[in-house]
Structures are given as structure tokens and as C-alpha cells.
């Protein structure tokens, strides 16, 4: 595992309480209006040379009869688009809209731009887009936004009891 020193969110700490090895990254985020997703792309891409097909945002649906809080996540990759009906689909639901953003930071913990599919405060269902298995790392958002975590698709899958389908459109 490789955390770095002095970063440490729910989600890097239940990576860390899983056993899963991880790698942070950092850049500064600048965002005020647009795309958290797109800045990751924009600063990853030019500091490691990575690919927005990696680089993978979290979207946070409403979904009426998925779990306890009706809600669940769609794990996504940055230069596609959700296809809400295929999320409602792989969720055994009849259909999904985009969260309410209060309603997001109260059942995960975490602001918009900063959502990660790991260490919620509550564990949300989770679907990841098929995409994700092509590759032998991906990066997702670490809990805070500036911070990504890359590790194995199979790994995030684990740890998120994620289903894998495709999801986009």
C-alpha cells in the first residue's frame, strides 16, 4: 500500500482497513464551476501521462428501492455519459435521476467533486462501468476533491460490493 503521508480520508482508510493496495495523487483543484471529473482529467493527464478513459467520476443516483437510503453509485468513466436506464437496469430498478447534492453529502460524508465510491458513510449500491475491467489501474476520487486514488478495477469492485455493467451511453 502506498498512502501518502499526511492524506487520510474515509476512503483511503478503509482501502488501508481492507488490505488494498492503493496509490494517491494529488493536484490542485481550482474548480468553482464546471466538471470535478474534467480538472482531474486536465491535471493527471498532463502530470502522469494518463488517459481520461482511467480516470473514472462518481455519480450518486436516486434510485427508489436501491437500499436503505435510496440511493446508489454509478462509477463512470470522465469522457462518458451515464445511461440512466442501463444504471436503473444493473441496480433491479425501474429507474434513476441524478441525486439531490444535500442528499448526496448526507449519505456519504462527502462534498460534490469529492465523492468517492469508497468509505461512505453509508455504503451505497454500486455499479461500475464495464470499461473499467480493461485496464490495470484505474483512478477515482479519494474522498476530497484534489485527490484521487488509483488502484486495480477488481480491487475497487471488492471493496464497493460493485456490480459491473455497461453503463454508458
Do not use: W
Request: aromatic letters at 4%; glycine letters at 8%.
Amino acid at each position: 500500500m502506498a498512502p501518502d503521508v499526511g492524506v487520510s480520508t474515509p476512503a483511503t482508510a478503509a482501502l488501508t482497513a481492507a488490505r488494498v493496495p492503493y496509490t494517491v495523487h494529488r493536484y490542485r483543484s481550482v474548480m468553482v464551476n464546471g466538471s470535478f471529473g474534467e480538472e482531474a482529467v486536465d491535471q493527471l493527464g498532463a502530470a502522469l501521462d494518463v488517459a481520461a478513459e482511467r480516470v473514472f467520476k462518481t455519480l450518486v443516483v436516486a434510485a427508489p428501492g436501491a437500499g436503505r437510503a435510496g440511493l446508489a453509485v454509478a462509477v463512470v468513466p470522465v469522457p462518458r455519459r451515464m445511461a440512466p436506464k442501463a444504471v436503473a437496469a444493473a441496480l433491479g430498478v425501474s429507474r434513476v435521476e441524478m441525486a439531490d447534492p444535500a442528499a448526496v453529502t448526507r449519505a456519504t460524508g462527502y462534498v460534490l467533486g469529492g465523492v468517492s465510491p469508497v468509505g461512505q458513510r453509508r455504503a451505497l449500491p454500486t455499479v461500475v462501468h464495464t470499461s473499467a475491467t480493461a485496464f490495470a489501474t484505474i483512478l477515482c476520487s479519494g474522498g476530497r476533491r484534489g485527490l484521487e486514488i488509483e488502484l486495480s478495477p477488481a480491487d475497487l469492485v471488492a471493496v464497493t460490493d460493485a456490480v459491473v455493467a455497461d453503463i454508458c451511453a
